[in-house]
């Protein structure tokens, strides 16, 4: 007798054909920068500004006419998009780093096309692009530690606006910006308190247990700043931000130097959290507990780890970072609390927590895609007037795109989320 | 380790699964639970591991008693426990799974998988499992994995392991080394509860018997007692184990499946190059461990799962079936009992009445226009029910209120009834009771003697054995072999692990 021979790539994804996507949308942003931003592009020179005056040594500014840069910087992704071809052509698939330098040539030649005859402040944008995507990924963070454990966590906009709330009124009043920071944590914490405890133990439909906390959240804090804080500015919603902090040396590099080292501390924190959320997640056993308890929690709980209790802290912890990401749009940047001033980004960073495939860096690199996403509408606006600001508002969503069909297909969300656990 | 459980007794609501159970493992003692499905044996063994708590009795390990509030009290007291589904994260690698809830660390805190993995090792070493620590666990055959969990109980020190229902997914051999494992688990004065109801099995490993019916321990029995008295035991009455089966008269050919390849949900070739033919008046027996690919076989027979392109076709009475919907196929006369009846077999809010209807609303004798003909519906239902004896108060009780058995009944009334050419029983008697299995066999049989082809899919080489004409094995998405119904237990289970005969 013989051991019955097994077709080689049998059990493996290797029969699966790679899908043309990836490669059409390389292929439309590719024709899309080399004709409209480079043949038919605007005339005049632009200037990629790429250090500022006290940097420990400079970067001279790189001047180049804006068209001819376009067709170089299309010509490159045609090539990259040739490659995608000739791999999907041979049945691999195309890397996701390939399709990510894709996407920074093509929104290099967007700046590039924008500021035709004026400067591009590469710094200036990567900064901004980091502050706004600050609450963004803090946001996402407690998305993902809340649904890591297997409860879908869709209140974030409420703790976001609750954080923001709380740090501007708390710290007005206290005069101190730490128990600003603080009770916008905590306050964000105990919504999260709530969340969990009736979707773990009252089995309540964590859905609509967050859509009500939203609606709530913007409700209060709607109420309170029409009948308080617009009238009582001064005593109650005046707290002033953070300083900004310079790490000395790091600070005075080209180009990263003031968009990383040059920053409040909400952006410094944020920079801790990401990699320590990441350790705790895949290299502590607290990590293993998590995941554990959000893929099967049936399996968990007979090795005797407490479903319940591991998901109310995880959740809450997740709130609390969520709370800070609120604060963050306060005294981390705004400097005072306005009406719904969350306006959509805790949404948003549900949608990032997906799109970061549930891992605290790709969550991290999603936010700052919406964050340049942000600052480029501001920006252009006053540097390319007669583009309709609309159109620019689009395109790092038609970047986001390319990203989704490159990384298409292997997103895998945590087996149990969004399902209660009942116990026998 | 010495187990006692005194006076057990659990209740879910007005149900008690066990009544005033009582039990004594001694240290070093393999013993058996045999019972029926839904007889109380898995309810027993988890109230013993602490996922159930017991509404009264108590649980002694070397004279103590204990409380334990949960799976870990029972793990740190020396239980372990392999469930039948098994407790494995699947994203996880071995070693993970392992330690999981037992974490070895290092000096900063972090998880020590170094450590994690020795353990695994030491102990794979130690009983010859041969398990890679570093591997996913969903890349794994159910026969290794179920190793995993073995090793997962072991490296917490059990003194008392509890095996339930361990044999349904191995091979044979498979079959036969867990019993070697549970023989050196034995010596080495680990206790071991053996849950099943394959009385083979227990004939030939236990050192003593304790039978289960409807939540009570109804007897002692020696493994040296035949079959047919452990089985009587089980049941409560005399069983007759032997399906009784005339010569067949092979007609034409009805279904006939050439090269034929399917993607699993993972896109993954789950049926791979397939070619058989059934004839009118055969069974053909499509054997197999589970998770080999039957399933996607009987869903793309169906029509709800698609075939590749580029393979052969699927021929039913000279039309090509390849890819039409299930509907067509329904048309083209095909009866189907599918493996997981609560899931795709039965509505379980609807009552019986209308479950007979779901793959007959397209028009007589159901339905009159657009409307449902009550007064035919009715007829045949009654009908139905007396002639495969559905024990059940009314036509109008919802589905899921039923036994397992009498579902199953429903099931395979409502795909008798129509005029088919090919029936499909899938796992037709899993989870039923004995008396029920004896009246399904037969009515398989009898459907087999009318002229119709039948195709039975089933883990099971006892029933596999039992019905079939022919056998077809499968492994890893292909037919290692298709043989004679007169090939010995041994073979089979050689090609259910791929070695082609």
């Known amino acids: 007798m013989s051991k019955l021979e097994v077709t080689p790539g049998m059990f493996s994804n290797a029969e699966v054909r790679p899908s043309w996507k990836t490669s059409i949308v390389l292929g439309a942003f590719s024709l899309l920068v080399l004709f409209a931003f480079g043949f038919f592009g605007k005339p005049g020179d632009v200037t990629y500004n790429l250090s500022n005056k006290g940097d420990i040594f400079s970067v001279p500014d790189i001047v180049v006419a804006s068209t001819f840069a376009n067709i170089v910087f299309g010509s490159l992704m045609l090539a990259i998009t040739a490659i995608s071809v000739w791999r999907t052509i041979q049945g691999k698939r195309t890397p996701s780093w390939l399709t990510l330098i894709a996407g920074l040539i093509g929104a290099t030649a967007l700046l590039g096309w924008l500021a035709a005859g004026n400067t591009v402040p590469v710094s200036f944008i990567l900064g901004s692009a980091i502050v706004l995507a600050v609450p963004i990924i803090l946001g996402g963070l407690g998305g993902l530690m809340s649904e890591r454990v297997g409860v879908v966590n869709i209140a974030i906009e409420g703790q976001l606006l609750t954080g923001a709330f709380m740090a501007a009124v708390v710290g007005t009043v206290t005069h101190n910006l730490w128990f600003g920071l603080i009770a916008a944590m905590v306050a964000s914490a105990i919504l999260s308190m709530a969340l969990a405890s009736l979707a773990i133990k009252y089995l309540v439909d964590q859905i609509i247990i967050g859509v009500l906390i939203n609606v709530l959240v913007i409700g209060i804090t709607n109420f309170l700043y029409s009948q308080w804080l617009a009238s009582a500015g001064e005593e109650a919603n005046f ?94 940047n705004v400097g005072a609390f306005g009406r719904e001033m969350s306006g959509g980004l805790g949404f948003i960073a549900l949608a990032v927590v997906i799109l970061g495939r549930w891992q605290p860096f790709y969550v991290s690199a999603a936010a700052l895609l919406f964050g340049f996403a942000i600052i480029l509408r501001v920006w252009a606006n006053g540097v390319a007037p007669g583009i309709p600001t609309d159109f620019i508002t689009m395109v790092p969503y038609l970047v986001t795109l390319i990203a989704v069909a490159g990384f298409a297909g292997k997103v895998r969300a945590p087996a149990a989320s969004g399902q209660p656990y009942i116990k026998g | 380790m010495k187990l006692e459980l005194r006076g057990i007794t659990k209740r879910f609501g007005s149900l008690v699964a066990n009544e005033n159970i009582n039990l004594v493992v001694e240290s070093g003692e393999i013993r058996s639970l045999l019972g029926e499905n839904g007889a109380g044996k898995s309810t027993l063994m988890n109230v013993l591991y602490g996922l159930y708590q ?48 037992n974490e070895p660390v290092n000096a900063i805190g972090g998880l020590d998988l170094d450590t994690a993995r020795a353990r695994v090792k030491e102990i794979s070493d130690r009983f010859g499992f041969d398990v890679d620590p570093d591997a996913l666990v969903e890349d794994l055959p159910v026969g290794i994995q179920q190793r995993v969990e073995i090793i997962k109980a072991l490296t917490r020190n059990a003194k008392v392991l509890v095996l339930d229902e ?283 003697d009318s002229g119709r082809a039948v195709i039975l899919i089933s883990t099971e080489l006892d029933e596999v054995l039992a019905l079939a004409d022919r056998i077809a094995v499968m492994y890893r998405g292909r037919i290692v072999g298709i043989v004679d119904a007169k090939t010995s237990r041994e073979t089979l289970g050689k090609m259910m692990a791929g070695v082609a005969a």
Not at chain 1, 283 to 296: D, F, I, P
Request: no cysteine; hydrophobic share 45%.
């Open chain 1, 239 to 332: 707290p002033g931000t953070f300083d900004i902090i310079s790490i000395p040396y790091l600070s005075g590099l080209p180009i990263i130097g003031p968009a990383l080292f040059e920053a409040r501390i909400t952006v410094y924190l944020t920079f801790i959290l990401v990699p320590l959320v990441w350790f705790v997640l895949f290299r502590t056993k607290l990590g293993l507990r998590a995941r554990a308890v959000g893929e099967h929690p049936t399996a968990a709980d007979t090795v005797g780890i407490n479903v319940g209790r591991t998901r109310f802290w995880w959740v809450t912890i997740g709130g609390a970072i969520a709370g800070l990401g609120g604060a963050a749009l306060t005294i981390g």
């Open chain 2, 54 to 101: 017991a509404d009264g009795g108590e649980i002694l390990l070397d004279g103590k008693v204990q409380a334990f509030k949960g799976p870990g009290d029972a793990m740190a007291a020396g239980i372990g426990m392999v469930h039948q589904h098994f407790m494995l994260i699947p994203v996880f690698t071995v070693a993970e799974n392992v330690v999981l809830g």
């Open chain 2, 166 to 448: 361990p044999t349904a997914v191995l091979t044979p051999q498979e079959t036969d080394e867990l019993m070697q494992i549970m023989r050196e688990l034995a010596k080495s004065g680990t206790s071991i509860i053996f849950i099943t109801h394959k009385l083979r099995e227990v004939q030939a490993v236990a050192d003593k018997i304790t039978v289960i019916r409807q939540g009570k321990v109804v007897g002692e029995a020696d493994p040296k007692a035949s079959a047919s008295e452990l089985a009587s035991l089980m049941v409560g009455r005399e069983v007759d184990l032997q399906v009784e089966k005339a010569a067949n008269k092979v007609g034409e050919v009805v279904l006939s499946v050439a090269n034929v390849s399917v993607l699993d949900d993972r896109e993954q070739r789950a049926v791979d190059n397939v070619s058989f033919e059934v004839r009118a008046g055969e069974i053909l027996a499509i054997a197999g461990v589970q998770g080999n690919g039957q399933t996607e076989l009987s869903e793309a027979l169906l029509g709800l799962r698609h075939t590749i392109k580029g393979g052969g076709d699927i021929t039913l009475g000279g039309q090509v079936l390849n890819n039409l919907s299930v509907r067509k196929h329904l048309e083209a006369g095909i009866g189907y009992v599918p493996e997981d009846r609560k899931k795709d077999g039965l509505v379980s809010e609807f009552s019986i009445a209308e479950n007979f209807m779901l793959n007959g609303s397209f028009g007589k004798p159901f339905t009159k226009g657009i409307n449902i003909d009550f007064a035919s519906r009715d007829e045949i239902s009654a009908k139905l029910i007396e002639e495969f004896d559905v024990r059940t108060q009314s036509a109008s009780t919802p589905a899921g209120k039923l036994s397992g058995g009498n579902q199953q009944k429903v099931v395979v009334a409502r795909e008798l009834s129509r005029d088919v050419k090919l029936l499909i029983a899938s796992q037709p008697t899993r989870g039923v009771d004995v008396g029920s299995i004896e009246f399904i066999h037969e009515r398989i049989v009898a459907e087999r």
